[in-house]
């Protein structure tokens, strides 16, 4: 398995301990962190970046090169505010949230399953193409964007739930960090990335990536 596939196996089984946590059962009903979304429905949704890779790894790709990660945000709807976008998503997330936590969790657990044994026979320079999209992406930067919203729901997640988030091991870090800068440093520019990470008396209000 390549070192990414491997990266993202670890990341997602340590956001799946996080979606079966008691704390995240017994609130399942409340307000989560993000506005519009339930508890449940946040656990559903960051549970959804695993279920997602089984899927798309069954889904056919036109003869097409891929877009890089960058190019891939810059494109999608959802990561540039767009509202339908991010409403379907929403309630996406609210109906797989109606199974209930244990069905959601067994779900993803068992898509983790069927990731960890497949990912390592697929080609080095296998590409994708969610239905979603109308452009493909390698595995590899697929994967990494199921990373970095495993990262950043898991820490929405547990602020929900007054849990502590995980301790990321560096190899998961690394890689989200690196491409939320990147994106940041598109949307803001240097200065204003440079500024927020070094000077703080000149940092504007916010280098938000996405």
Do not use: C
């Not at 956001?15 to 307000?31: I, M, N």
């Not at 494109?75 to 767009?82: L, T, V």
């Not at 993803?108 to 990912?119: I, Q, W």
């Amino acid at each position: 398995m390549t070192p990414v596939r491997a990266v993202f196996v670890e990341a997602a089984t340590i956001g799946l301990e996080l979606v079966g946590r008691p704390e995240v059962a017994q609130r399942w009903g409340d307000p989560s962190a993000l506005e519009d979304m339930t508890v449940g429905a946040l656990a559903a949704h960051l549970a959804r970046q695993v279920t997602r890779v089984p899927e798309v790894l069954s889904f056919p790709v036109p003869d097409e090169r891929p877009v890089t990660l960058v190019e891939h945000y810059l494109r999608s709807a959802w990561a540039n505010g767009d509202e339908a976008a991010n409403a379907s998503i929403r309630v996406r997330a609210a109906t797989e949230a109606v199974e209930g936590p244990k069905d959601v969790l067994a779900r993803a657990l068992e898509a983790l399953g069927t990731a960890r044994a497949e990912l390592p026979a697929e080609p080095v320079d296998r590409r994708v193409r969610p239905p979603w999209l109308t452009w493909n992406l390698s595995l590899e930067d697929y994967l990494r964007s199921r990373m970095l919203e495993i990262v950043v729901h898991s820490d929405d997640l547990a602020v929900s739930v007054a849990l502590e988030p995980p301790e990321w091991p560096e190899e998961v870090v690394a890689p989200v960090l690196g491409l939320l800068t990147t994106l940041a440093v598109r949307k803001h520019g240097v200065a204003a990335v440079l500024r927020t990470l070094a000077r703080a008396e000149r940092a504007p209000g916010s280098i938000a990536a996405i």
